[in-house]
Structure formats: C-alpha cells, structure tokens
C-alpha cells in the first residue's frame, strides 16, 4: 500500500473508517471509484489481481444484445449507463493517464427474426437504427460503443490508486469481524481496519456465502469461450452480431470472437469443439476470418443473474452491508450506472433509477428458467 494509516488507541485497529469492497472486477472497482470521487476512505480487497475474472474475460461490447430482446429492468439500467459512459471513461482516462479504447463503432444485428418489430422497439426507445443496405434481416445501430476491457480496468486501478484508494491485490487471506448486523472490521495482512461499509462484488462467486456473510440468492457461473485474431487494422470496422454471436474489431486490427453461454459450474476450461463452431460462424460473417488462425481461445465466468438483472441493494442480514453483483452478460455495460445507484443507496439518497427491480427481495422472487 502507498500510504501509511494512522494508528488508532486500540493495538492493531486504525483510525480511518473505510468503504471495504470485497471484489476487484468492474462491478468492484467502479463503486470504489465513485465512493472515492463522493470523498470516503475506500479500500478494495481481491484474492487476485485486479479485473482478471470476467471482467477481463469479457468482449467489451456497452449495450445489451439484442436491446428489445430484454425486459425494461435490464435496458432501463444499461441506458442509463450508456448514456454515462462516455463521460465515465473520459474522467478515467484522465485520472489515469491511460486509454482504454471507447470506440462508438456502432453494430450491425444480421438475420434479425423481426425486423420492424425491432425498428419500432427502437424508435419508441429512442436509440438510433435502420434497416441495414447489406440486408432487410439487418439493422444498423450506430450508436453502439465498445471498451478493451482489459484496458478499461488497468485504467480503472490507476484511477483508483491516483485518487488515493487502497488496493489489496492477490491476497485472499483476510477475515471480517462482525457485531449486532454491523460488519465492524477488517484484518488483512496482521493489520486491522475499521470499516464503515462492506460492499460485496464477488462476481460469479456471489452466490457462495462469504466469511459469515449469506449468498446472494439465484447468483451462479456461466462460462463464456471467446477467440481472438490478428487481421489488417480497418477489416472491420464495427461489431458484427448474428443469432448469440458477435465478432468485435479492436482499432489495431485485433478481432474478438465470442461468445457461448455454457451452465459449467466454476469450471474455466475451453474445448477443441467450441472452437471450431466459434470459427465456423464467425467465418459465415466474416469471410475475411476463414483462413486466420485464432491467436488465442480462453474462457471467462459471468456473474449469471436470472434474466440478466443484477442485484444492487443492502444485504438484509446487515446494517452495513451492501452488494453488486450478477450483471451477468452486461457488466461492463451497466458499471457506471450501478456504481451510481449503489453509492446513492450506501449514502442514503433517492437514486435517479428506481432500485426496486435491483433489489434483493426481488432477486429472491426470480428463478432460473432453461434459458440462460
Ligand atoms: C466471454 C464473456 C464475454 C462478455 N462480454 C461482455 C460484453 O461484451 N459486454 C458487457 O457489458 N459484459 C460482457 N461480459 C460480462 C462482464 O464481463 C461481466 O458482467 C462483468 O465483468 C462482471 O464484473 P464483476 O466485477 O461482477 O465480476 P468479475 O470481473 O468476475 O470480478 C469479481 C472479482 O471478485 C473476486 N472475488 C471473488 N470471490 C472473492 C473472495 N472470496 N475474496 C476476494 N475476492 C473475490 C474475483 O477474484 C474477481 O476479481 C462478458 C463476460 C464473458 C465471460
């Protein structure tokens, strides 16, 4: 840590009062941020290095697939994001001194089953879109953006860090001491801090219980294998997206593949098969693909929230308790817009959105259907 914490009376306990977030991925690290920005002491534990789960696993596209394919709970949140995100990244970048590649590079949505149904979805909506020339099964929506999320979160730590947080990295061994629905202390590393709040962003491990702490209910893995190709920088120039799968250009040339929803417990191993299907499909979309070699294939664990509706609430069992979790497909999407309502509801003031369909009570009410 860069900074020495005063000593308080009590041996071993320091003075300052922290936010503690338990979770270094982008659920994690954008509350931290924004509670740094409102002016607490904030401090991020993780047992491993920063944004390595699923928030580096993921693609990186800022908007939900197919947008009128999702109940208003979810595109309520993710445009309320988008619409932040823009600004969000810039301040990071800022803060930082580091780019994470925000691209507006717009979507083509192929083989679209209703078209006109999804036209006027986004007319009343208000997001722009068209009929795409290639095809009348093809909508254009230009103004979908995507993030390097890698970038974005190394990005995110040194924005964290600059503002003056506390980052524990890699250090899985720390214990939580607890008093009359009050989460009272941390110890970490033989040293003992107050903590004024506990924010839970655990990501797919959400739905286990966490030193005392009970799971967050209806929270499991779903894995997603993704492939990625070096082509000429400029052969292609915004996502591609058909039937589940997308294919997202980075500006040097770099093209992400991705991806599957597969219900494979806490398992990360990637298979021969996937990856030729990944190929083969994405090869149909882009012919450019069908001789590349995939540079690399991995797979990452989403935070799997029946119908995708994460839960941003206080943890009932707690005074002090706080959790964000279960974005699942969309975590980068929606991480400004929920850091926002979480830190409105950790300081007790009426959020923009309306937190009820977040809640943990309506978490409790939703199951999981076949569907993932
Ligand atoms: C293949 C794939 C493609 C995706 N594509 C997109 C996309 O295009 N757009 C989009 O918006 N989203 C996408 N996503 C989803 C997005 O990546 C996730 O929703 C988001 O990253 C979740 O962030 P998180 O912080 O909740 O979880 P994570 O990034 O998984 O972070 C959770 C952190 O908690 C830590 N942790 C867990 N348990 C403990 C513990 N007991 N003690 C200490 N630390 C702990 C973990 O080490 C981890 O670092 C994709 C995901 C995948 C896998």
């Not at 944004?51 to 109940?71: F, K, M, N, R, V």
């Not at 001194?97 to 006109?116: D, F, H, I, R």
């Not at 730590?157 to 008093?179: C, I, N, V």
Request: charged content about 20%; proline content about 7%.
């Amino acid at each position: 840590m860069a900074r020495l914490l005063e000593q308080a009376a009590f041996p071993g306990l320091q003075l300052a009062k922290f936010i503690l977030v338990i979770g270094a991925g982008v659920a994690g690290l954008s509350v931290a941020y924004e509670m740094l920005r409102r002016g607490r002491e904030v401090m991020v534990i993780d047992r491993g290095p920063a944004g390595a789960e699923s928030t580096w696993a993921g693609g990186g596209i800022l908007a939900p697939l197919l947008p009128w394919d999702y109940p208003d709970t979810v595109t309520s949140l993710a445009f309320s994001a988008m619409q932040a995100w823009a600004e969000w990244v810039d301040k990071i970048e800022v803060h930082s001194g580091l780019q994470s590649e925000y691209w507006k590079c717009g979507m083509v949505a192929l083989s679209v089953t209703n078209p006109g149904t999804a036209l006027s979805w986004c007319e009343a909506k208000g997001v722009p879109a068209s009929l795409s020339p290639s095809s009348d099964a093809a909508i254009w929506l230009p103004d979908i953006a995507q993030v390097r999320n890698p970038r974005l979160v190394k990005a995110l730590r040194t924005a964290f860090l600059a503002a003056g947080g506390y980052l524990y990295e890699s250090h899985g061994d720390f214990s939580l001491f607890s008093h009359a629905r009050r989460v009272e202390s941390v110890q970490i590393k033989n040293e003992a801090h107050a903590v004024e709040q506990l924010v839970l962003a655990t990501g797919a491990w959400a739905g286990q219980p966490l030193l005392g702490v009970n799971a967050i209910p209806n929270i499991r893995p779903i894995r997603g294998q993704m492939l990625l190709y070096a082509l000429a920088p400029g052969t292609l120039n915004s996502i591609l997206y058909r039937q589940g799968l997308y294919i997202i250009p980075r500006q040097d040339g770099h093209v992400l593949v991705g991806s599957t929803l597969e219900d494979a417990g806490f398992d990360k191993t990637t298979d021969a098969e996937t990856a030729r299907y990944l190929h083969r499909s994405a090869a149909e979309m882009l012919p450019a693909l069908t001789n590349s070699t995939p540079l690399r294939h991995w797979a990452g664990l989403r935070p799997g929230s029946p119908d995708n509706i994460p839960v941003i609430d206080r943890h009932p069992d707690f005074d002090n308790v706080f959790v964000n979790v279960g974005h699942y497909r969309y975590g980068l999407t929606m991480a400004p817009a929920s850091a926002e309502l979480l830190a409105d509801l950790i300081e007790d003031k009426t959020p923009a959105l309306d937190p009820t369909p977040y809640s943990w009570a309506a978490a409790q009410q939703r199951q999981w259907t076949d569907r993932l």
